[in-house]
């Protein structure tokens, strides 16, 4: 069983900053790739950024240069560094993680809410 701990949302103003950290636990953990997703009132989940377990990164273009994914193999933590936040950017954030057998798991999500 996985297990994927998130932390770090909460309610700030335009143009401060948040970190998000997610921390994945469960015997015989093989993970590929990690990362983040958000879902905004009444809109899909999509893709914020996810990194793979080589470091490569992948980002949507809406945060591009404003946030930062980033990864402690060793402690199976990924984290989100999200700088210049914006009200658009007021979301559910939802950790993800894809392991090694293509097995896909989800954090129970995090509020982020960015006021103008």
């Known amino acids: 069983q996985v297990q994927l701990v998130e932390s770090g949302g909460g309610l700030v103003q335009a143009g401060e900053s948040l970190r998000l950290s997610c921390a994945a636990s469960?015997?015989?953990?093989?993970?590929?790739?990690m990362g983040w997703y958000r879902r905004a009132p009444g809109k899909q989940r999509d893709l914020v950024a996810v990194i793979t377990s080589g470091g490569s990164t992948n980002y949507a273009d809406s945060v591009k240069g404003r946030f930062t994914i980033s990864r402690d193999n060793a402690k199976n933590t990924v984290f989100l560094q999200m700088n210049s936040l914006k009200p658009e950017d007021t979301a559910v954030y939802y950790c993800?993680?894809?392991?090694?057998?293509?097995?896909?798991?989800w954090g129970q999500g995090t509020q982020v809410t960015v006021s103008s």
């Open positions: 469960g015997s015989s953990l093989r993970i590929n790739v």
């Open positions: 993800h993680l894809l392991t090694g057998w293509n097995s896909v798991y």
